[in-house]
């Protein structure tokens, strides 16, 4: 089901050359507290590779990775406030 709804999503998340900082990661937390399911690339630039960029988002977000497809992650988190697009 994650599945399916991840291939109409957009990436709203870029990783660049500056890798995984801080700041991305706050914009991440920020799209799963809103969307849930989120969608990231990584551009050409990009320091680390798509599974160990997926793995180390995960981690640090606590999310969990939903899939890997060449350039492109999705991660899934539940929110408390927003389930899918819900508001409670």
């Known amino acids: 089901m994650l599945r399916?709804?991840?291939?109409?999503?957009?990436?709203?998340?870029q990783v660049g050359k500056d890798g995984i900082g801080e700041n991305m990661i706050r914009s991440l937390n920020n799209a799963l507290e809103a969307r849930e399911?989120?969608?990231c690339t990584l551009l050409k630039t990009s320091p680390v590779g798509s599974r160990e960029a997926a793995i180390e988002c995960a981690g640090r977000?606590?999310?969990?990775?939903i899939?890997?497809?060449g350039h492109?992650?999705?991660?899934?988190?539940?929110?408390?406030?927003?389930i899918m697009g819900l508001k409670k």
Not at 4 to 13: C, G, H, S, T, Y
Not at 72 to 82: I, M
């Open 61 to 65: 977000t606590h999310s969990e990775i």
């Open 4 to 13: 399916k709804n991840a291939q109409a999503l957009r990436p709203i998340v």
């Open 72 to 82: 492109t992650f999705v991660l899934y988190r539940r929110s408390d406030k927003n």
């Open 67 to 69: 899939q890997i497809i």
């Open 37 to 39: 399911l989120v969608k």
